[in-house]
C-alpha cells in the first residue's frame, strides 16, 4: 500500500511543499556557482566524516538555449570593426574533492564544516584573429589600396589547470519537525569563507577567468530548508521515499569589484529501496542563477578592470553570466555498514537557457563516501 494512512497522505503533500535543500557552496561560477551536496545523513553517530568528489563537463555552447559552433560566435565578434582576436572556451573540466565533518550537538542540530580541498579547473579554448592587411608592394602609387588580407584563422589552446584549496563553509542545521517514522524537515544556514584562491594569474601576468578561480573572494550566505517524507511501502513502510528541496545563496563582492550572481537552488527526489542496504533514487535538479556583476575596479597589476575583457574574451564579460538549468539524476545509495554509506548520482540536462553566450555543463557526477563514529 503506497499511503498506509490520511496521516501518510499528508505528510507526502506537506513537505514536498515547504520541504527546501540545502546546498552547500563552491567556488565554481555559473550554473555551479552554488554546488554541494543534497546527500542526507542518516547516522546517530556524533561525528560523520564524508568524502566527495565531483566533476564537471562542460562542452556545449549556447546562446539563449540554442546550440551554437564555436567558429561562428568567434566569426561573428571578429566582425567588429577594429577587432584583431577572440577567444571561445571548446571545453572545460571542473572537479572538486571536499572533505565535510558533521557534529551532532543532539538529536535536531548539527554543525557542519565543508573544505574542498582539492578544486581542479582546466579549459581548452579557440581562438580567432584577423589578420593584418598585407603591405603594398614596391612600386604602388600612394592612391592605390593595400592588398585585402586573408580571412581569419583559428588557434587552439589549453589553459594551465588550477588546482589548489577552495572557500570553506561553515553551516548550522536544525530539524524543526520529525517523527517516529523518520519523515522530518530541517533548516540550515551557512557561511562561505574566501579561502580559496581568487586572483590567480597567468604565465603573462592577467587575471585567470573569473569562472576557472578557485575562490570568489568573497563572503556569501545561504539558507535553506529540506525535508523527507516516507510514502510507504515495504513491512516498515520505507520502500518510497521523497525528499524535495529549496536553497538560496547571497553572494558578496570580492576586493577587485567582482560579484557571482545569487544562486536558487530546487530540487525533488524519489527513492526505492531495494532489500535491507540498496537505494535507487531519480531527482530533478534545479538552478537558477543571476547575472555577475563587476563595479569597475581595476586590477593594480594591469591597470585594466579586473576579470573583464569583453572585447578579445567570450568568458571575461559579466553578460555572458547567468541562467536557468534543469537537470535529471539518476543514483543509488549503498549502505556499506551500520555508519557506512555510499552515494553517487549523474545529473544529465534537460533543459538550460542562459544569458548571452555561454559554455553549459553536459554531465555531472558526483560520488560521496560517509562514515559515523
Request: aromatic share 8%.
Amino acid at each position: 500500500m503506497l499511503f498506509p494512512s490520511l496521516r501518510g497522505v499528508w505528510r507526502a503533500l506537506a513537505l514536498p511543499g515547504i520541504g527546501i535543500l540545502w546546498l552547500a557552496s563552491s567556488a565554481w561560477a555559473g550554473e555551479c556557482n552554488c554546488a554541494g551536496t543534497n546527500e542526507r545523513d542518516d547516522s546517530k553517530k556524533s561525528w560523520t566524516l564524508n568524502l566527495q568528489f565531483e566533476s564537471m563537463n562542460m562542452g556545449t555552447l549556447l546562446q539563449g538555449s540554442t546550440a551554437v559552433d564555436p567558429n561562428q560566435v568567434i566569426l561573428q565578434a571578429l566582425g567588429t570593426p577594429g577587432r584583431r582576436s577572440f577567444s571561445v572556451p571548446t571545453n572545460m573540466i571542473m572537479q572538486r574533492s571536499t572533505l565535510r565533518a558533521r557534529y551532532r550537538i543532539d538529536e535536531e542540530n548539527s554543525v557542519i564544516l565543508s573544505i574542498p580541498f582539492s578544486v581542479s579547473n582546466q579549459m581548452d579554448m579557440r581562438m580567432g584573429m584577423n589578420p593584418m592587411p598585407m603591405a603594398k608592394p614596391a612600386g604602388m602609387g600612394m592612391g592605390m589600396p593595400a592588398m585585402p588580407a586573408a580571412g581569419p584563422t583559428f588557434r587552439d589552446m589549453t589553459m594551465s589547470p588550477i588546482n589548489q584549496l577552495g572557500d570553506i563553509v561553515l553551516t548550522v542545521q536544525s530539524d524543526l519537525f520529525s517523527d517516529e517514522w523518520g519523515n522530518r524537515l530541517s533548516v540550515a544556514g551557512g557561511i562561505k569563507f574566501p579561502t580559496g584562491d581568487s586572483q590567480v594569474r597567468t604565465a603573462q601576468g592577467t587575471l585567470v577567468h573569473a569562472m576557472m578561480q578557485p575562490g570568489t573572494g568573497s563572503l556569501d550566505f545561504m539558507v535553506g530548508l529540506f525535508g523527507r517524507a516516507y510514502l510507504g511501502g515495504g513491512p516498515d513502510g520505507k520502500t518510497w521515499s521523497l525528499e524535495p528541496g529549496l536553497s538560496y545563496q547571497i553572494n558578496g563582492t570580492n576586493n577587485l569589484g567582482y560579484r557571482f550572481g545569487n544562486r536558487l537552488g530546487y530540487d525533488i527526489a524519489l527513492g526505492c529501496r531495494l532489500g535491507e542496504s540498496f537505494t535507487v533514487t531519480t531527482a530533478l535538479n534545479g538552478i537558477v542563477t543571476g547575472r555577475d556583476s563587476q563595479n569597475g575596479t581595476l586590477d593594480p597589476q594591469t591597470g585594466k578592470t579586473a576579470y573583464q575583457n569583453p572585447a578579445a574574451s567570450l568568458v571575461d564579460n559579466v553578460e555572458n553570466t547567468g541562467g536557468s538549468f534543469l537537470y535529471v539524476a539518476p543514483g543509488f545509495q549503498w549502505k556499506l555498514g551500520d555508519d557506512v554509506t555510499l552515494r553517487a548520482h549523474h545529473r544529465i540536462p534537460l533543459s538550460r537557457s542562459v544569458n548571452g553566450t555561454q559554455i553549459v555543463t553536459d554531465g555531472w557526477t558526483t560520488v560521496n563516501l560517509s562514515v559515523g563514529f
